[in-house]
């Protein structure tokens, strides 16, 4: 005899009941007087209507390291989420793409910065695929950077055409040592992606530019006279008219053949400083000789990046007169050269990366919070401690 349709769902209904409570298809059969393969039927319908299943995380099968890297993982796109919902609070329309990097819970600032080096360098080598020109500021975290990408040992060239590596700032004639130099980056990147083809063209030019005779600050305590010279030797510096175009001491005479260089970057490779120490690789004898004392700027700072100093929005008259003395007598990276790079980066997954802040520590997160809220960052390279602290700084 055929059964109905109401039949079937309540001989359906009571298989499910039966399953939840435990019970197993053959023992189902003989309560039910029907089949164990009617049972499956039965079940395969109960599936989709009535019967749930619990799924349970079984939390001792990984370590606590291993847990502590997966809900960083996983809170990566929570994290990338609230970013571009803080930037569109500003009216900032690019989208932010966010990586966090489980660096561990100890080690000194540097031995972090070590381990997001080389936990991101694949990533960071993927973006530079993207790239025909790529700007580097200065400092320990690109250093480490740089290192973590040649111990992958990746043969050259990594491209077909190469990648143009160009300095963005000068030398600060600082107490560290030149290897962290905007320059030394420029130049040891280039080595590594491009190889042979560093030899120079046929006129014994190289292809990597260099801002190593370039110092980092002009000193506001110089007088008009002495600064005009710095100027005028600067301009000496081919390489620094193809960066950044000639010091205007002589409006009449200035001519521009191309767009410079910084204007014009696929990609710039930086960091951020931390609250206490800005302009980090850059504080030497040149700023030692501003008028402003290196105290007194900390407290006018929003955000220091690759040397672009961002003031705060709150600042006196007083103190915005103040921070201007440090902008004019800084010869690289400016802020308009951020801006123009991040806009060229407006697709996160395609065509040119635009800015790429790589950090790492708590004290960091204002400076980030600044470059996001302003549009000058594409792609935030991160550690899970300043991914925490982002997140409070942005909710």
């Not at 005899?1 to 079937?8: A, F, G, L, P, Q």
């Not at 939390?59 to 919902?85: G, H, I, K, P």
């Not at 050259?156 to 600082?174: R, V």
């Not at 040119?352 to 549009?375: H, W």
Request: charged share 30%; glycine share 8%; net charge positive.
């Amino acid at each position: 005899m055929r059964r109905s349709k109401e039949d079937r769902r309540i001989e359906m209904l009571a298989v499910a009941k039966l399953t939840a409570e435990g019970r197993r298809p053959v023992a189902i059969a003989s309560i039910m007087g029907i089949t164990e393969v009617e049972v499956s039927r039965l079940l395969k319908e109960a599936r989709g209507c009535c019967l749930r299943t619990q799924i349970t995380f079984v939390e001792d099968s990984a370590c606590a390291e291993e847990l502590e890297r997966v809900n960083s993982r996983l809170t990566r796109q929570y994290l990338e989420d609230q970013l571009n919902r803080f930037a569109a609070r500003f009216r900032r329309r690019r989208k932010l793409a966010l990586r966090v990097f489980h660096c561990g819970p100890h080690g000194s600032d540097f031995e972090r910065m070590q381990r997001l080096a080389e936990a991101a360098a694949p990533t960071i080598k993927a973006l530079l695929l993207r790239s025909k020109s790529c700007g580097l500021t200065w400092g320990g975290m690109l250093g480490s950077v740089v290192a973590a990408l040649q111990e992958q040992r990746s043969p050259a060239p990594w491209t077909k055409e190469p990648i143009n590596f160009i300095p963005l700032s000068g030398e600060p004639l600082g107490r560290e040592g030149s290897k962290a130099s905007s320059s030394s980056l420029a130049r040891d990147l280039a080595v590594l992606v491009n190889g042979e083809r560093l030899a120079g063209d046929d006129d014994g030019n190289e292809d990597v530019l260099s801002l190593a005779m370039v110092p980092a600050f002009i000193p506001d305590e110089f007088d008009k006279r002495e600064q005009d010279g710095v100027r005028r030797l600067i301009d000496l510096v081919k390489a620094y008219e193809d960066i950044f175009g000639r010091h205007q001491t002589d409006t009449r005479t200035r001519i521009s053949r191309t767009t410079p260089k910084a204007m014009d970057m696929d990609m710039v490779l930086t960091s951020v400083a931390s609250r206490e120490r800005p302009l980090g690789f850059g504080q030497g004898m040149l700023f030692d000789n501003m008028s402003v004392d290196y105290n007194t700027l900390k407290t006018l700072l929003a955000a220091e990046v690759g040397g672009v100093c961002i003031g705060r929005d709150d600042l006196t008259r007083t103190q915005k007169e103040q921070l201007k003395k440090v902008q004019d007598g800084w010869t690289g990276l400016q802020q308009e050269h951020l801006k123009q790079c991040a806009t060229r980066g407006r697709k996160p997954l395609q065509g040119p990366p635009g800015v790429v802040v790589v950090s790492c520590g708590t004290d960091r997160a204002s400076a980030v919070r600044e470059l996001i809220k302003l549009g000058l960052v594409n792609h935030l390279i991160i550690d899970e401690v300043l991914a925490r602290e982002l997140e409070a700084v942005t909710g």
